[in-house]
């Protein structure tokens, strides 16, 4: 999974990849640490980039994307949010979505 160090960064990744997963968390985050793990992966599964972002250390992203808790995982589509799961993610929704993400993609 690729880091996002600001939010500049961000904003060059979401215009050049057409499709991604974004993993946001913060420091100290019990929840955070324990999903993480489980969605690196998913990586391996799905031909889609992963990302991470500590919204502790870029807080521009928690604003911007109007980021309440932690953890949340975006998927993005077209440089547009297509889907998020806060705090607790069902991993199997989330691979639905994924696959969905995915076919929708080769579609257009």
Same mark, same amino acid.
């Given at each position: 999974?690729?880091?996002?160090?600001?939010?500049?960064?961000?904003?060059?990744?979401? #215009?050049?990849?057409?499709? &991604?997963? /974004? =993993?946001?968390?913060?420091?100290?985050?019990?929840?955070?640490? %324990?999903?993480?793990?489980?969605?690196?992966?998913?990586?391996?599964?799905?031909?889609?980039?992963?990302?991470?972002?500590?919204?502790?250390?870029?807080? #521009?992203?928690?604003?911007? &994307?109007? /980021? =309440?808790?932690?953890?949340?995982?975006?998927?993005?589509?077209? %440089?547009?949010?297509?889907?998020?799961?806060?705090?607790?993610?069902?991993?199997?929704?989330?691979?639905?979505?994924?696959?969905?993400?995915?076919?929708?993609?080769?579609?257009?």
């Amino acid at each position: 999974m690729k880091q996002i160090g600001s939010f500049e960064e961000w904003i060059k990744t979401i #215009e050049r990849e057409n499709e &991604l997963l /974004l =993993f946001v968390k913060t420091n100290n985050c019990s929840v955070c640490d %324990g999903l993480f793990p489980q969605v690196t992966a998913l990586e391996a599964d799905f031909p889609i980039p992963f990302y991470q972002v500590n919204a502790a250390q870029v807080p #521009e992203m928690a604003g911007q &994307l109007s /980021l =309440f808790t932690a953890p949340v995982v975006l998927l993005f589509y077209g %440089g547009k949010e297509y889907t998020r799961f806060a705090r607790f993610v069902r991993l199997e929704e989330l691979k639905q979505r994924i696959v969905e993400l995915i076919e929708r993609g080769r579609a257009d």
